[in-house]
């Protein structure tokens, strides 16, 4: 089992930055697949981007060039670097862990919220 613990939402302003952050526990993060999903008001959950175990990372056209994906094994954590934020990120941002990048994910975290505003 693999508890999953995001943080680092919030408030910002269209252009601004935040680093989401996905604290695990019970297993250790270099065995899995790491995913971020993102869920916006009234649309379904949505892949954004994920980072496999031997360090590739894969990313939505959406967000290339202004999010970051890594890795942390020695604190099992992994991050989302969120640059140049839009209106349209505004979403509940979860991460997920799995076997490989493409899915399925099994573990997820409760999600922490990302609103981007003018």
């Known amino acids: 089992q693999v508890q999953l613990v995001e943080s680092g939402g919030g408030l910002v302003q269209i252009g601004g930055s935040l680093r989401l952050s996905c604290a695990a526990s019970?297993?250790?993060?270099?065995?899995?697949?790491m995913g971020w999903f993102r869920q916006a008001p009234g649309k379904e959950r949505e892949f954004v981007t994920a980072?496999?175990?031997?360090?590739?990372?894969s990313y939505i056209d959406s967000v290339k060039g202004r999010f970051t994906i890594s890795r942390d094994s020695a604190e099992n954590t992994v991050y989302l670097q969120m640059n140049s934020l839009k209106p349209e990120d505004t979403a509940v941002y979860y991460c997920?862990?799995?076997?490989?990048?493409?899915?399925?994910?099994?573990?997820w975290g409760q999600g922490t919220q990302v609103t981007v505003s003018s």
């Open positions: 997920a862990a799995g076997r490989v990048t493409q899915g399925p994910y099994d573990y």
């Open positions: 980072i496999s175990r031997a360090g590739g990372t």
């Open positions: 019970g297993r250790t993060i270099s065995n899995y697949a």
